[in-house]
Structure formats: C-alpha cells, structure tokens
C-alpha cells in the first residue's frame, strides 16, 4: 500500500490561525471548480453543465427551484458568489472550504448546512466531504472532487410528475444523504469479504500479510467509523420536530435512512471486532507454528548433543600404549559394538522420556 | 469449520443504490415463499398450510382473525399482495424483505412492525430475521426460511376455549416473541457446555485446536449479542405505555420476556469474558509448556556443548613425539581416567549451578 | 479443580420453550422440599421445622404473622399450594422455580418478589437463588437448598419484644436481605487473601499454578460481580418512595445495606483489576526468568561453538607427511600451547564482547 | 516490598454477620482511643489534649462551640457517649467504627455524616479513614490512628478573631476536608516522579525491578482511585443547595475543594494511563533486548555448526590405505589449506547471507 | 528525548497544605512578570509594553477599554494590585498562579475567569496556562512565559474601525480563545504526520526507535486529551444562554470555537486509536522476523547437528586391529564415499520433511 492509496488521516485546516471568522481561504490541492445546474420542475428536472452563477442568477430569478451542484472547491471568488446568491451564512461557506468538518446539520435563519462524508466507488472509495446546503425552496451542494454517486438521484429527477416534483427542497436533500449514505454498504460488504477471506487463510495457513491487511481494514474502519457516527447525530437531528426545514413526510423517510445509518455503525462495530479476534488468532496460529518447530529443533539437539559427546569422547587420542587405563575400550573386542549400542540405548531413552513427558 | 457452516457477518442489501423508498428487491437466494393460515376462533384455530393471497382475503372478508404466516421471501408479487390486503407501510415491507434489519419495533399508523433474529435449532442454529406486523385483530409473520421453533404456540393456539382465543392479536404476538426467545436459552446452554469443555482441556493439555473452537464461540457469541442488545430495546419499547397496540395485561407478560432479554444478554456477557480468560488461560498454559521443554534444551546443550569442547580437544592431534609440550597428557598413566572425571565435575558442576539459580 | 467445586456457568431453563407464562416445572436435581415455619408474635417468634401446608393454613387462619421458609424446590404441588394460600401471582412463583433469575425486585398488586443470590458458607460458596414474597404482614422465601446464613435472624426473631415484633414484614425482608448481604464480606475477605499470597508467590518465585489460581479467582469474581450489580439496582429500587410496601424507617435500614451492597461491588472490582495486575506481573515475571535462562544458553553455545570448531579443525587428519603444508602446527615445538592459548584467546575475547553489550 | 508496608486491600466487617443495625463492635487492631478538645470562640480557639467525655459534656453546657477530635476507635464505650452527646445517629456510629467505608455524606436529621480518606505523609501515606459528624454548631472528627495532616488548621483555629470564629460549623468542616484533599497532592506528584525515574530507566536499560516497582505504583493509584472518586461525589452533594447544613458561602469554598478533586483524580488516570504505556514500552524494550541477543546467538551457531561439520568429517579416520576412495584429500598436498579456505568460504558465504537478509 | 524536552507530567501546587482559601504563593520557577497595556477604542488599539500598574489605573480612569496581559506570575504583589483594580475574586486569583488548573470556566458576580492550554509553537509546544478574567468592559490574561500565539490577535486589534472596536470584550475572549485552539491544529497535524512516518518505516523495517517515538507521541497526545476534554466543555459553558457575559451573536462565534474542539478530540482519539495499531504492527513485525531468523537456525542446526554425529561416530578411535567388529567401515573399500553418502542422504531427507512440514 502506498502512502497514495491510504486514506488520509492528516488533517489539515486551510485559514491562517488567529483569522477572523468567515474567511475563505482555497486548499492548495482543490480540484477546479465546475457547476451543474438542476432546474427542477413539474415536467422533470433539465440539467445544464458547466453552469456559470449568471446561470444560477437567471434560474432564480425566474422563479423556478433549482439543485445547485459544485464540484472543486479551488475557485473562491465562484463560490462566494453562490453564498451571495443563495444568503449563505459566511460561518457556513467556511466550512464547506475548510473540507476537514465533522458530519454535521448546522440550523441557521433561513437554511441549513449538512455535511457529510461520502465514500466513493468511482475514485477508490476515497473520503470527500459533501456539503449540502438548502432553505425550503432550493439544494446547493459542494463536492471536492468531481464523480459521485448520486446519478440515481439525478435519473430520479429527470421523471416528469415525479415525486420530486412535488415535494420540497428536503426531500431532495433526503434522496441525496440515503444515496450517499447507500454507497456505505458495498464499501463495507468489501471488508466484509476481505475480512473472511482472511479468516480463512489464517485458519488455513497464517501469513505476516495478513496482519498488514488487517491492520489496513482496521485503518479504514477506524475512518469510516469517525464518519458515521456523526452522521447518525446528524440525521437524529434532522427528523426532530424542532426542524423546521424538514417537514413531518420527509422526517418518516429520514428515520428511515437514520436506521440505516445504525445498522451501518453496528456492522463497523462487529467488523472491528472481528478484526480484533482476527489478530489474536493469527498470533496464537503463529505462535503454535513456531512452537511446533522450536519443539523439533529441541528435540532433535537434545538428543544428538549427548551422542555427540560420547563420540567425541571416544575419538579421544589418549594413548592406549601407555597406560592400561587409557581407553582400554578402543581395544576392546566388542568395543565399537558396545559404543553403538550406548549411544542407541541413550538416544532412544531420550526419545522415551520426551515421548512420556508429552513432548512429542 | 467451512465457510458454509458459518455464521454469515457479510451483511448485504439488495435494493439498488439510490433506489426510491419502499422498492421492494427480492434476495437472489431467498427461499420459495409459502404461507400458512391460521384462523383464530374460540374453538380453536384452525390451520390451512400452503394457502394462497385469495385464502386470506376469504377469511378477512368473513371477519375472523387470523395469523399470516408467510415463509421464504422470494415472491415480491405476493407479499406484495399481502401488504396491500392488511395496508402495511411501504418502509415496513422493504424491512421485510432486506432482511438485514436489527431487532426494532417500528409503529405505524393502525399497525407495528417488529423485527426480531430466530436462531432456529431446525436449521443448525443460523440466523434468520422474523418480521411481525401486527393491528388490534391479525398477525402476518414473515420468516427467511422454512422450519421454525413456533409450533408449541400452534399447538397451544388449536386448544378450543385457550387464552388466545380470548385475547387479541398482541398476546399472539407476545406468544411469538417469548418463544423465539425462549430458543436462545438452548443454544446459549450449548455454547456454555462448550466453554467448560475447553476449560477442561486446557487446564489437562492445551491445544492449539482449543483456541480454533474459543475463537468460533466468541464470533457466535458476538452475533448472538448483536441480536440480543436491540431485542431488549424492543421489547422495552413494545411494554411501554405509550404503546398503543398492547394492552396492559400483555405488557406485563411482556415485562416478562424483556427479564428474559437481560437474563440472556447476561449470559451472553458472561460467555465473552469467560472466553477471554480462558484465551488468556490458554497462552500461559502454552507458553509455561514451551518454557518447560525450552529449559530442557538449554540445560541438555549447556552442560554437553563444554564438555564435547573438551573431548574435541583431546581428540586434536598434536604431535606428543614432536615436543614434550605437545599434549603430553595424552600419554600420561591416567590421562584418560582423569579426563573422564574432569568431564564429570564440569557436569556436575554445571548441574548444581543450575539447580542453584534455580532453573530445574 | 474439579468440574464438580467449580461455580455452575450453565445456565439452564426448566420450562420446555413455548410454554405458556406461569408454568411450573421443577428442576430434575432440585432438592427435596421441607417448610420450617415461624409464626412472629409479641412474645417472640415460634418455629416448627417439617411444617405442612395445612399448618402454614392453620397459623394464618389464626390471624397471626408468619414466616415461611421453604427449603427445596422439588415438590411443584408444596409450591403451589403455598402460592395459593398467599395469591402469589403464577409469574412470581415460576420466577421461584426457574432458579437462575437476576437478582431483581418484581412488585404485584398485594405483595412484591426479591429474587436474591445466596453464597452459602456451609455449602462451599456456591451460588443459591433466595426467593422472597411478601406482603404487609407475612413473608415467604424459598431457598434452592438446606443450610443457609439466617441463623442469626432467627435468633433476633425468638427475643421476646424484639424488634420484629413491632415492626412489620418489611424489617424481616430487611433483615433477611442485609444477612444475606453480610455473608458476602467473608467469601470476598477470602478472595482478597488468595490474591494477597498469589502477589507475594509470584514476588517470591512465580509458578504455572499462580495462573490457574488466579483464573478460578476471577471466574468466582465474575460470578459474584454479576450476582452483585442487579442486587444493588434491586436494593435502590426497593428503598424508592413508590415502594408501597416498604415504610420509611425500614427503607432507611435499607439504604444502609445499599451501601454495603456499593462497598462489596468496590472491592469486587479493585480484585478484579488486582487480578489482571498480578495476571500481567506473572507474565513479565515468567519471561523474564526465562530470558535470563536463555541468555546463559545463548552466551556458552556463543562461546564453545567457535572454540569446538577449532578443536575439530585441529582434530582433522590431514597427513602432515604428504606436504608441508598440511597441518604443519601439529608437529611445531609449541603447538598444543599455542592452540590452547589461542582457544582462550577467543573465549575470553567473546565474553568481553557480552560484558561489553551488557548482555550478561 | 513487604506485605507490612503495602496498602492493605483486604477489607474487613467487624460487627458479626446478622447483627442488628447499629451494632458497634471495634476492630481488635484498633488504636487507643484519645480526645482531644477544641473549644471554639471570639478569642481564638483553646485547645485540651488528652479530654474526657465530661470536659466535652462541661464544654458544651457553657454554650460553647467545640471540635471534638477523636483518635483511636478502640473505645467503643467513649465512642458511644460522644454519639449520645451530640446525639449522633446510631447508624451514623456504626459507619464511624466499620472503617472500610467509602467517602460519603449521609445527611440526618440535625446532623451530617461525612467519610473521607486521608492518606497521612505522617504515617506512610497509608490510608486511614477520617469520619465527620457536624451539626450547625458543632464538629466531631474520628480518626483511625494518631497523627495527621491538620495541624495548620489547628493553628488557623488559634488565631484570635479569624475567619473561624465568625463562620460556623460547615466553615471548619471544609477547612479540614480541604487540607486533607490537600495532602493527596504531594503524594502523587511523588508517584509521578517515581513514574518518569522508572520511564528514563526503561528508555536507558529496562529491568525487571521496572515492572515490580510499577506493579506497585499502579497498586496504590488503583487505592488512591478508588478514594477519589466518591469523595468527588461527596464534595458535589456538600455544595448542592438542597444541603442545607452548607451554607452558601461556604459551598462557594467547596466548589474550589470539588475541583482540586477533579484536578486529582485527572492526576490519577493520566498517571494510570501512563503506566500502561511504560508497561507496553518495557515489554517491548525487552523483546527488542533478547532479540539482539538472540540473533547474535543463531548467526555464531549458524555459521559454526556447518564449518564443524567439515572438521568432523576430516577427522574421520577412514583409512586412506585400504582404498584409494578413502579421504584421499587428506593426502593430497594442498589438503589442509584448501579445507581451510573451504571453511571459509562457506562462513563468509553465510555472512553474506545474513547481511544480504538484513538480519545483521 | 531529554527529561528536559518532556511534557510536564508532575502537577505542583505551590500553597502550602491547609492554607486559607486565596492564598497567593508564586512558583519558584516562574518567569518575571510583565505586563502589556492594549486600550481599545474606535480608532483601533495602541499597545503599551512594559506597562506598570499605575499605567492600568490611569487607563481605566480615563474611561477607556483595556486589554491587560501578563507574562510571568513571580511577581504576586503586581498581580495582586491587577486583581484589586478590576476586583477580580480572590479565588480566581488563586488559581491563576497555581497553573495546574483544568481548562475551566468560573462565573463571578461581575466577571468570569477562563482558563485555557496553550501549546505554543514559539517554545517547542510546551504547555502553558492561560488564565483570561473578563467583565462587560475589560479583559485581563495572565499567561506562564513570555511568547504567545495571539500576534494575529493584536494585528486586528490595531486595525482602526475594525469588528473588536465595535463589540465588548467578550469578543476579544472568543478571538483569544479561538486564536489559541488553532494553534492545536499545526500541532495534531505534526503528530498525524509523525504517525504515518512510523506506519511507513513499521511496514518497510520495524525498529526498536519507532515504539519510543510511538510512546512519546502516545504521551504527548495524552496531555493534548486532557487538555481539549474539558476545553470543550468550557467552550459549550460559554455559549450557553445562562452565561451573561456573553452576548449571543458572540456565542454564535463561540460554537464555531467549539466545533473545531470537538474536531480537535476527533483527531487525537483517532491518532490514540492509530498508535495502538501501529503497536501491535510493530510488535507482529518484530515477532515475524524474529520468526524468520530462528527458522532459519532451526533447520541449520537440526540437519548438521545428526550429521556431525555421523562425522563423530567415524572419528572415533576404536581399533579395528583388535577386533573385527571394531570400524570395520574404516577399511572398506567404498567405506568414505559411503559415508558421504549416507550423510547427504540424511541431510537430504531432512530438508524434504522441513519442506513436507511447510516450515520452509
């Protein structure tokens, strides 16, 4: 795994410290700024690409309701001008720039600000933080980078006399957050698999790369984490009748996509710890595999040594000429015999005493 | 253990991403759908298996209550047809089918949903999710697969005159969940059997087999919690006042399965952490057993790898002719037995130095 | 240990699974059922041990006050009866029988039930459901065994003018409860000196056997923590003003017995991190002795191994009569010495590299 | 360290199990029991070692306001006439001469009964239990043994029109909670000094004495712990408004008590936590310790064992005679350099190897 | 890392035990006290450095704003007087000399005391106290050592007509206090960065440096946990509508404050989370080379070591001219190529059961 590939853990704020609130500074690395405009009505929503905020001007003007889609965030000036457009709170635009928020609802006079996270298949399920920003007429929504999952919202919209059609700005934001937060399970149905398959292998045949991988899951897990349960706040804060922007029909819904969202926590919950009970069994398989051939090597020295020995001992060069008691065996008719024979009697009573101490 | 016999912890939803609320998708491996009738009368009910969408429709129209039992969630059109006939929510029947959901209640204008997990001793213990929906009068039941542990409640339901005929449909309800529960308490005792069986083992001779079976029994346990933690919920939210569609004498019986619900969840707890001690258990009886057979390598090798230096030594060939200085031991009167005892005391030696420091 | 002395962690039920509430099965190892029967009175209370239903039914015909301790949960009929002479309600009387409730406190409409878990010096400390039903006036407890800690109660009870005599059946409850409390100080007085001497053994000299003393301690620290937490909420509930049938200078007594019940979860818990202290003393005490063992393996296979090398080199027959070149040390005047030496040389030189690297 | 010198852990209820509530009984180990008398007014406080009950009886019929300071719980015939005196709670007694209670306030109807913990730098900084009863007018203090950490109140108390004289009951009674609180402070930041010696030991030359001393040093934060936490309890019942003992200016005093509390009990699980790591940093230091040496071990024995295994083999006495197959090498006139230069090139071969394996 | 470099984790509290409440005793330690003078006013504000008391008073006369800042608190009698000239209570006063206080808010009569950490880049982040009093009006902070991160602050302030003319002090507080925890984010991202450092050099080649840059990164994280926990909590104090101080488009800005805490404890639990896994990385890694190392000396020695044996028992000096049986394999024909034979296969079959055993 490359330091590319990783999830970034670093966070980084973009303002100089000590600015005064509302500043908007660009990070370094924003993607350009592109803007699709989604005039929403009862024939079905047309759609304008690489809009301009005159566009958006005249859209509202005209009295229609709109989507406002911003991709990149490197153009501030563009974006600023949407906030005039739409009275966007500045502490508001702040954190739609400053890409490093919490999932989050922020209520203010006339709109509100939702950020969330959305992991996205089209670019390797890397992290983007998606702000959605509506009043009771119109979605401006600001992505880091362009390729999302929302297609099927827009598809959705696209269908004369449809639901959106009829329904407000919240129902919109509803269909978008359940999309993104939909996008969750097959990114965790991977891990889920990942996860088993290396169950299986280290039942099977425990592997030092397992350990990487799992503590590359765990690393994800742990990022996915830190992005859902904010947004089961979120969307609890959503659905309570103090909101004002959501109406009653759209909350029905939106505890709806709240379920999912704890079914989602529980799932990293149980992955996490599965992942857990993963490492300590890879441990114990490698520690028994080891143990396992530390017992031969134990068993094949602590016999040998001792043979070893005697035949050193014989191979002694004491003089047998010049002494009766020196080595007197090395003469003797049945020596070699007899030395073979101790040294079977002593490695096979070795073997015994391993065997009887359940050794083996 | 195969994966096939294992729990199944990938979670996966079948609705397409961004599909609109309520879309019913069936599971590509969802069993053939069957249901089964029961009218509920005083003098028993009476029972009509493989029944068909018009069956209940008869019984609805001639004003007896009856319990839907709809088994396997393969065909959408005809659970379609039965949401239609009781007026079940859209968001309920989507719960139905995507049987991911954790145990909740969910209530609904004139009926509730109730989501509850069956580990069904008919089919190995796997999992399976039973939804209930329910109003004052009917029950329809929805299970994944056939075989279930709900036949002592059919049997107490035949009885003419037996409490159920008298009461309405949450005490069937009640009669329902209290047995789905009452079947964690088997499984449970099982697992527990199984934990004092590795407690045996290990405390006689730990294997590395042990830590293979904890490691199942904590994943077991682990889903068993998942789907323990929110039926405590549930049934805490089925008992509370608020609760419209139970009265209070069923409540109270309620109150009793919620005791229940704690009780297990105990257990569940119990299990965990006793399963944790004994992994513990486990790695010091393995590393006590290494250290054992360790310390006779080191006693073997440390006393025998001085004294072959020693045979070595007096098997080097030096030239005694060459220099009166060239091992003139070698010819000495009892150079060998002298040896020999030389290499005894550094034996000895060496052995009460280690019984000493206290190694044996 | 014997499977036998071990703490039960086997749960089981007795009714078979879907039965319907309030049935009563009696446990095939339950013991036989006697009634010991003290009727209170302002002259002190009077006991009959082997007491019949018929006597419970002629003592409180007779108008007075009663306790009835019933000792064994074999006979279903016995309990029955008992259950109609005081209209204990059929949850309640199951609750008795299926002896492996939570602690816990249940009010009904006349009279309430305290579940309570006995450990018993006379039998060991094993665990022991005590049941107790009571009313204004009268009370009822049922013991899963004979043999129990309330001798001293009874004493209290037969003192003529007595405090029981004035105070109704909610003081013996207390009185009943606090002892049973009580009992809990020496069993866990008894657990903290285990882990006093197994601290200072594994100071002194840890042993294998530490480990598994230490698991049983902790296995019997968990069954008491978990028998002790929901006696605390029990107690906390009983002392609340809604309690009807406690008046308010028995709950005072009770909120001290409260407080018992939060010192002994205390210590339960300072053990229970005891114990994992000593679990990690023991394991860092085990690998560094260990590791001082395999040091001295590892500096005398270090030394000898290079030493034996040159002793088999010079051990080696190559003919120094075919060449100069061969072997030409073995005939120098100053050979042997010069080899010894140089073996010394070496030895000496690779102790000082371990004095050197503080490895010894 | 001796079991004399540890913290004790084992707790012990004197009165016997099953007695009547309000029971006194002392413990056998108890101190002698002192008074010492404290009468309190305009002119300063005077002070009277070594009093009686009748000087306290005498001092109060005066009118005055007193501190009774009680040392030693041997007496219980004194203790109990001080209760009747100031009409202390039989309940209240009770707590006073069981001293394994925890810090707490138990309010009465004229008087409060407060238990804290004072570990005294006097005697060790072994805990001892301190009890305070007080009513608007008076305090009474019971302390387990002789000496303590009160002598600058008792100075304060002396100074003629101070703030003692002017303020009642409840002003004393912070002043010596307080200081005891106090006198925590230099005991941790002992235990932090001790905590960053042994974290440079570990980081210069880890020692199994590191493990053993922060065994300890987690023993007593683990006894400190469990004294802090309900003393904060305790101070944040003092100040509540429905205290009505407390007047408000001195809860304003409490508060600033309440938050060194706080500030200690920070001090405590930041010690703790760091523990843990010096913990995991000593273990690892260890292992990394005994890998070296380790490694060391296997690359000599590595190397070594095969170069001796070509000396053995050219010390096998094969008789070049008989056969021309028979270790002609042995003969050969390059023989012996050309084995020499075999050898060697076989050891540097392995350490290349290794280097080549970065196992060097 | 010198003792030096380290985070203070020794908290000193300089009153002697058992002072009065008040107390003012400066740190031996402390740096000398300066004080600069900053009148605010519609114009913008003029900076006095070096300001002396009489310079406060004569500014405070004149009807001006003032934001008075302190570096260094030796000098108490200089505090004491800036306490007296704004009637800062006497507590507040205490606790900002005693710089161990917990980040915390304390409300007075007619101002308010907060206390803040401030990690100041200027001197290698080190921990410093920032104590800010402030009323309606005025603003007072006391700060450890000279060097801060509020220059920002000052560049606005002098900014003439700017937002600090026209609001109270409580914005200023709100720009000190967010200025301040902006300065975590440089710091956190420093730490983030050193983690992925380590992952980076755990993956490719664990070393033993990486686990003591890990717990000196633990423990840093440590104190920055302690320090933002209760800043959030003093932040969320703040903004609440209870809290006068305060205006309420102020607390709208302080809740931004507050979310980047809340972003703040985010990140260090996620590093928290990150350094224990990378942990057990390093421990696997560590364990899994070592693995390697000792396979490879186990199957060096267990196929020389019977190999040697074999070489041994030939190189014994049995005389085979005194005996038939005596070596007679010395005086084969084929006797050494079979030798060698007989080794290679031994040698052989051992690699093939190691390669069978999949240890290799």
């Not at 370094?28 to 024939?43: D, G, K, Q, V, Y």
């Not at 304008?48 to 153009?75: E, H, N, Q």
């Not at 980078?145 to 598809?155: I, N, S, T």
């Not at 993963?278 to 028994?288: A, N, P």
């Amino acid at each position: 795994m490359t330091p590319r590939q990783r999830q970034r853990l670093i966070y980084r704020r973009r303002a100089p410290v000590g600015a005064p609130p509302g500043t908007l500074v660009a990070d370094t690395n924003a993607s350009p700024t592109a803007i699709r405009l989604t005039s929403i009505s009862e024939e079905g929503a047309t759609e304008k690409t690489a809009a301009t905020v005159d566009d958006i001007r005249a859209a509202l003007d005209s009295g229609g309701r709109v989507w406002v889609d911003v991709t990149g965030l490197a153009d501030i000036e563009t974006i600023s001008a949407i906030g005039s457009l739409f009275s966007i709170d500045p502490l508001a635009l702040e954190d739609v720039v400053n890409t490093n928020q919490r999932p989050k609802v922020d209520g203010y006079d006339t709109h509100a600000l939702v950020v969330m996270h959305m992991f996205d298949g089209t670019s390797g399920h890397s992290k983007e933080q998606v702000s959605i920003v509506f009043d009771k007429k119109h979605v401006v929504t600001f992505q880091e980078r362009p390729g999302d999952c929302l297609d099927p919202v827009r598809k959705r919209l696209a269908v004369p006399h449809g639901r959106f059609a009829k329904r407000g700005a919240a129902y919109l934001v509803y269909a978008i957050l359940d999309t993104i937060l939909d996008a969750y399970f097959p990114m965790l149905e991977r891990i889920g698999e990942h996860l088993e398959e290396i169950e299986d292998e280290i039942a099977a045949d425990p592997d030092p790369l397992d350990v990487k991988r799992l503590h590359s899951l765990k690393r994800e897990l742990l990022i996915i984490k830190r992005a859902l349960w904010p947004t089961r706040e979120m969307l609890s804060a959503l659905t309570r009748e103090e909101f004002q922007l959501v109406p009653r029909d759209v909350a029905r819904f939106l505890r709806d996509t709240y379920d999912h969202a704890v079914q989602l926590i529980e799932m990293v919950e149980t992955y996490r710890e599965l992942a857990t009970g993963l490492y300590d069994l890879y441990l114990s398989s490698v520690s028994t595999r080891m143990n396992e051939v530390m017992k031969v090597l134990t068993i094949v020295a602590t016999i040998f040594i001792p043979l070893s020995f005697l035949a050193g001992v014989w191979g002694m060069n004491f003089n047998p000429d010049a002494s009766p008691w020196n080595m007197p065996e090395l003469g003797a008719y049945y020596g070699y015999p007899a030395a073979l024979a101790s040294m079977l009697v002593v490695g096979l009573g070795l073997l015994a005493f391993f065997r009887w101490k359940r050794w083996m």
